[in-house]
């Protein structure tokens, strides 16, 4: 190959990986191509925020402007298999009791604490999760082929939020993470307490896995993510597996307030299948009667003007 024929490689390979082929076509005068793995908008509702979840983007914000990203390389760990919880974690792990949607406010608090400046969960970005968390779900219309032609099919998203208490009912870890399918993604989460990070997420993965999610998508790669089983998976692989079960296996749910606290340590060992079984079979019929929801057509689109700075990682 000779050097003329390699700079066309190059360039030939670099327009392929742009972020702006990955945005559908049906998003393109909402959100637009900004560096990197990042888009922009500054639209904030929060139907837009679910359509980019079942598209595979993971929504975070700056000052006034959303920041969709959709990594080159995604954190996951493919479940059961791959997810590893240590022995001390479980050991440690009967001292917690685990909930879902109990107090959504008080763990943004936890991670606005936690993260000061780096916290990405801006005002208007919280309005809009916080919008979907009240409504349980919010029906994503499904399109094909890039988003140009619409199946008049819905994928319901989910978000939640996650809590660890103590034996004396003080909140010491948490986070926010939503449902596309049997994929869950975890957006930010925090820990008040010497090991209660660790019991969340150990308990959470087995609650995951428990009830047949397929993938728990971790977002950016990070030492400890690593020693809980994940792997990285190229972008183009992430999106079929996203696409492959988000309508198919839209019936998935997460036990909420209503079911009341689960001990982390019966959670990590699975010894509570009785209620879970009961939420899963619920969420099973569920799936058989939700019907389609269009994305708000009076969403207005935003200004096609690029921020200044981005202080979002």
């Given at each position: 190959?000779?050097?003329?024929?390699?700079?066309?490689?190059?360039?030939?390979?670099?327009?392929?990986?742009?972020?702006?082929?990955?945005?559908?076509?049906?998003?393109?005068?909402?959100?637009?191509?900004?560096?990197?793995?990042?888009?922009?908008?500054?639209?904030?509702?929060?139907?837009?925020?679910?359509?980019?979840?079942?598209?595979?983007?993971?929504?975070?914000?700056?000052?006034?402007?959303?920041?969709?990203?959709?990594?080159?390389?995604?954190?996951?760990?493919?479940?059961?298999?791959?997810?590893?919880?240590?022995?001390?974690?479980?050991?440690?792990?009967?001292?917690?009791?685990?909930?879902?949607?109990?107090?959504?406010?008080?763990?943004?608090?936890?991670?606005?604490?936690?993260?000061?400046?780096?916290?990405?969960?801006?005002?208007?970005l919280v309005r809009a999760f916080k919008e979907m968390n009240e409504r349980g779900k919010v029906d994503a219309?499904?399109?094909?082929?890039?988003?140009?032609?619409?199946?008049?099919?819905?994928?319901?998203?989910?978000?939640?939020?996650?809590?660890?208490?103590?034996?004396?009912?003080?909140?010491?870890?948490?986070?926010?993470?939503?449902?596309?399918?049997?994929?869950?993604?975890?957006?930010?989460?925090?820990?008040?307490?010497?090991?209660?990070?660790?019991?969340?997420?150990?308990?959470?993965?087995?609650?995951?896995?428990?009830?047949?999610?397929?993938?728990?998508?971790?977002?950016?790669?990070?030492?400890?993510?690593?020693?809980?089983?994940?792997?990285?998976?190229?972008?183009?692989?992430?999106?079929?597996?996203?696409?492959?079960?988000?309508?198919?296996?839209?019936?998935?749910?997460?036990?909420?307030?209503?079911?009341?606290?689960?001990?982390?340590?019966?959670?990590?060992?699975?010894?509570?299948?009785?209620?879970?079984?009961?939420?899963?079979?619920?969420?099973?019929?569920?799936?058989?009667?939700?019907?389609?929801?269009?994305?708000?057509?009076?969403?207005?689109?935003?200004?096609?003007?690029?921020?200044?700075?981005?202080?979002?990682?």
């Amino acid at each position: 190959m000779t050097l003329e024929e390699k700079k066309k490689w190059f360039h030939r390979r670099r327009k392929e990986e742009t972020i702006e082929k990955f945005i559908p076509h049906y998003l393109r005068t909402l959100v637009l191509p900004y560096h990197g793995d990042f888009c922009f908008s500054r639209v904030f509702h929060y139907k837009l925020l679910s359509q980019l979840c079942s598209e595979g983007f993971l929504p975070i914000a700056t000052d006034g402007v959303l920041l969709p990203k959709l990594h080159a390389q995604r954190c996951v760990i493919s479940l059961p298999e791959d997810l590893h919880v240590s022995k001390s974690t479980r050991k440690k792990a009967k001292r917690f009791n685990f909930s879902a949607n109990k107090a959504f406010d008080r763990v943004v608090l936890g991670c606005q604490r936690q993260h000061g400046d780096r916290c990405w969960l801006y005002p208007p970005l919280v309005r809009a999760f916080k919008e979907m968390n009240e409504r349980g779900k919010v029906d994503a219309e499904v399109f094909r082929d890039n988003g140009k032609i619409s199946t008049g099919r819905a994928c319901p998203v989910r978000l939640y939020s996650i809590e660890i208490w103590d034996l004396e009912g003080d909140l010491v870890a948490g986070e926010l993470g939503y449902t596309v399918g049997s994929i869950y993604t975890s957006l930010t989460g925090f820990s008040s307490q010497d090991s209660a990070g660790s019991v969340q997420l150990s308990a959470l993965g087995r609650l995951l896995s428990t009830l047949g999610f397929s993938l728990w998508d971790l977002g950016m790669e990070m030492p400890y993510k690593f020693s809980l089983g994940s792997k990285l998976m190229p972008r183009q692989q992430f999106l079929e597996h996203v696409r492959g079960v988000r309508e198919s296996e839209g019936h998935l749910l997460l036990p909420t307030a209503g079911e009341g606290l689960f001990n982390a340590r019966s959670l990590i060992d699975q010894t509570e299948p009785k209620s879970l079984d009961v939420q899963h079979a619920s969420a099973t019929a569920e799936s058989n009667i939700e019907n389609t929801s269009p994305v708000d057509k009076e969403t207005k689109p935003p200004q096609k003007k690029r921020p200044k700075s981005s202080n979002a990682s």
